[in-house]
């Protein structure tokens, strides 16, 4: 069993910057992959990013290249997302979400039917 908590998400203007925390408690935690999901107003939930257990791969939706980044502290349990050149687009709820099958998997997906457990998500806001 994984329980998620994020936090760090809040209220910021154009081009400014956040960073999101994925605070894990659970015993596969470290072994898992783990994603980062969104879910604008009125809009299906979509893939920002995802990391391997070991940080040894990553793989990001193409829209968040170059301005998201993302990491893990396994000694922490925490998960992180630097957010960077934010745009109003960017407004969403963000998930982070564990894939804790198989354990110390090295591949990654973008499916979020793949994905074991969740967070209750992360209000951002951007303003323009």
């Known amino acids: 069993q994984v329980q998620l908590v994020e936090s760090g998400g809040g209220l910021v203007q154009a081009g400014g910057s956040l960073r999101l925390s994925c605070a894990a408690s659970?015993?596969?935690?470290?072994?898992?992959?783990v994603g980062w999901f969104r879910q604008a107003p009125g809009k299906e939930r979509e893939f920002v990013v995802a990391?391997?257990?070991?940080?040894?791969?990553?793989h990001y939706a193409d829209s968040m290249k170059g301005r998201f980044t993302v990491s893990r502290d396994n000694a922490k349990n925490t998960v992180y997302l630097q957010m960077n050149s934010l745009k109003p687009e960017d407004t969403a709820v963000y998930y982070c979400?564990?894939?804790?099958?198989?354990?110390?998997?090295?591949?990654?997906?973008?499916?979020?039917?793949?994905?074991?457990?969740w967070g209750q998500g992360t209000q951002v806001t951007v303003s323009s």
């Open positions: 979400a564990a894939k804790s099958t198989p354990r110390f998997s090295l591949s990654l997906t973008s499916s979020e039917r793949f994905y074991d457990y």
């Open positions: 990391i391997t257990w070991n940080s040894g791969s990553t």
């Open positions: 659970g015993r596969t935690f470290g072994s898992s992959a």
